[in-house]
C-alpha cells in the first residue's frame, strides 16, 4: 500500500472538494487508517505546530488562495498541483504556541 495514504497521528487532513479547506487533525488513531480521495494530507515538520498549520488553511489566506486556483463548475475541486504552490506563513514557534492555545 502506498505510504502516502496511511493515516498517522499529527497528520492535518484538508478537503479538496465541494467544500474546500475544511480540516482536521489525527489524533489517537486506534487502529490503521487510509485517505479517501476527496482529501489532502498534509504532515507538519518541526517548523510547524499542528494546530498553528490546521488553522491557516481555514482561514482567509488559503481561502483566497483557493478562490484563485480552484477548477470546476458544480463541485469546485483543488488539484495537488495547486495545493503544493501555496505559501504557508512560518512564524517562530513561540507565536505559533500562543496561536494554538488562543483558538483551542
Do not use: C, W
Amino acid at each position: 500500500m502506498d505510504s502516502h495514504i496511511i493515516l498517522k497521528n499529527d497528520d492535518v487532513l484538508i478537503t479538496k472538494d465541494g467544500s474546500i479547506g475544511k480540516g482536521a487533525i489525527v489524533e489517537k488513531l486506534p487502529k490503521p487508517a487510509t485517505l479517501i480521495g476527496g482529501i489532502f494530507v498534509v504532515r507538519p515538520d518541526k517548523r510547524f505546530n499542528k494546530e498553528y498549520i490546521s488553522n491557516v488553511f481555514k482561514g482567509s489566506i488559503f481561502a483566497d488562495f483557493v478562490n484563485s486556483s480552484k477548477t470546476g463548475t458544480t463541485i469546485k475541486h483543488l488539484n495537488q498541483k495547486h495545493l503544493v504552490e501555496f505559501t504557508i506563513p512560518v512564524p517562530e514557534m513561540k507565536l505559533q504556541n500562543e496561536f494554538a492555545e488562543f483558538v483551542k
